[in-house]
């Protein structure tokens, strides 16, 4: 099917409602070269899918960096009313809060790139990944599990020690999202999510040491705590693992039933969907609430163990070397909150599907600290690429319901890549550029290589010219771990 397009600006798009069972247009965040790469999939079509649920408002988004995915686009957003709309779990997907924490160094490029090698082993050694990872001397009991959903990063810093109180200020909902109940998470989830905290997983999940290649924005940079280039950053990539895909799995089967059960007609059975007040959706939003908490805990939990290998390789307190928490963004995330729609304030449950919180300066719900600059909104590149810092601003509120990009965005799925690729070619270059890579599986380094994904500077170049997350610094790897 081809889907019409009419141009509103120079990389802002409108699909028009052009079937009868679209309820608002869509749009759709691209230059010319991305959108061609939307069209060879099914993004654009899922896109308009979205407009098809009951409640939605204003209109669907579709960001520089979406692919095709479950149900909505990954890089798509969409808001549904408070009372009249719908929850749609295939609006997170099944990585609940997959999501980026940025920490900075008091270290710079010349002080790391001679000790790159034993660094990222002695990461590699006390951050677990790959496919069912988990870390033998850290376990946690039932009740401790249930804990860490209900109270997130949090838990894991006054319980077990793991991080600085200080770093609660500069996470998303402070590492905790209201609302949360254990007792509607289902015993498989919570088998799989028993030795998973503080592992980094496998797909497109990582850990990078960085380095700060451009500064775009000295004034909102230096609030980060990024103040030249050379400085050293750490950027952790990572989500709520099998605890979260399985309440995703799990809750996609009731949704199912729930969208016949109130006469839902949807194009698409992934959008599977039932009304936010039903009692379908309410049981959702609570076994969701957990895995986003343990995602928060999961990141939390590496962020120590990646201080604690700084220290053993600089013989000096994790404190010393700096290693603040800059910011932690969730990524795949259904949350209720205030919007312009309309003319008026509205409360609206925002679906975001490989999308980035990027709220302006001046709102409640970002870190004191960032209030007279806005929110940090963090885009990791594929595997031994750049990624972006950027800025959250109003045009976001207006135009995306405060959400830009979330990342490169693939381009090649994990089976094409590795019809074309070879590990050890990608390993080689990689280690021409000077990146040390330190990988689980030889695999997941082929299915994971940067020719698989969009070119994140343009992605960020996008977002900038649209003015729903402007540039503040590009960071480049100097050392890959990966699951």
């Not at 061609?36 to 669907?60: C, F, S, W, Y």
Request: hydrophobic share 40%; with cysteine; proline share 5%.
């Amino acid at each position: 099917m081809k889907v019409p397009l009419e141009r509103v600006e120079d990389v802002v798009w409108r699909i028009p409602k052009f079937r009868p069972d679209m309820r608002v247009p869509v749009l759709v965040f691209a230059s010319e070269e991305l959108l061609g790469k939307m069209q060879e999939d099914r993004t654009l079509i899922q896109g308009a899918n979205v407009t098809t649920l009951p409640g939605i408002v204003k209109h669907a988004a579709v960001l520089p960096d979406a692919h095709e995915g479950y149900g909505f686009p990954i890089g798509g957003v969409a808001a549904t009313d408070y009372e009249d709309g719908v929850i749609s779990p295939g609006g997170v997907g099944y990585d609940i809060n997959c999501g980026v924490r940025l920490m900075v160094t008091n270290l710079d490029e010349e002080d790391v790139k001679p000790k790159i090698r034993e660094l990222v082993e002695v990461i590699f050694r006390n951050v677990p990944s790959g496919l069912g990872s988990r870390r033998r001397d850290f376990q946690v009991t039932k009740s401790e599990l249930d804990k860490i959903a209900v109270e997130g990063a949090r838990y894991v810093i006054e319980r077990f020690g793991l991080g600085w109180p200080e770093d609660l200020k500069y996470i998303e909902e402070e590492g905790c999202l209201e609302g949360a109940d254990p007792t509607y998470v289902s015993a498989a989830a919570k088998e799989r999510g028993y030795p998973q905290i503080g592992t980094l997983g496998s797909g497109n999940h990582f850990l990078e040491i960085q380095v700060v290649d451009k500064i775009f924005d000295e004034r909102a940079a230096k609030k980060m705590g990024i103040t030249h280039e050379g400085q050293v950053t750490v950027l952790v990539h990572t989500g709520s693992r099998g605890y979260g895909h399985q309440i995703c799995s799990d809750y996609l089967k009731v949704m199912e039933r729930a969208s016949q059960k109130y006469g839902i007609r949807l194009p698409d059975r992934e959008l599977a969907c039932a009304p936010a007040k039903s009692r379908e959706a309410e049981s959702y939003l609570k076994a969701f609430s957990c895995a986003v908490n343990y995602a928060f805990a999961n990141r939390q939990a590496i962020s120590h163990w990646v201080r604690q290998s700084f220290g053993e390789v600089f013989k000096q307190p994790p404190e010393a070397l700096g290693l603040k928490l800059v910011y932690d963004v969730a990524h795949n995330i259904v949350k209720l909150e205030e919007h312009v729609v309309d003319g008026s304030r509205r409360r609206v449950w925002v679906h975001r599907k490989g999308a980035t919180r990027s709220f302006p300066a001046g709102h409640q719900l970002i870190p004191d600290s960032y209030k007279d600059i806005g929110q940090p909104v963090l885009l990791p590149g594929s595997m031994g690429t750049a990624s972006w810092v950027l800025l959250g601003n109003q045009r976001a509120m207006d135009m995306t319901f405060g959400s830009t990009a979330h990342g490169a965005g693939r381009t090649a799925s994990r089976a094409a890549a590795k019809r074309v690729l070879r590990a050890q070619d990608v390993i080689n270059e990689l280690n021409r550029r000077g990146i040390y890579i330190r990988s689980d599986s030889l695999e997941t380094v082929v299915e994971e290589a940067d020719q698989a994904y969009k070119n994140v500077d343009i992605v960020a170049d996008v977002s900038d010219r649209a003015g729903i997350g402007t540039k503040v610094a590009r960071l480049i790897p100097i050392g890959v771990v990966k699951g």
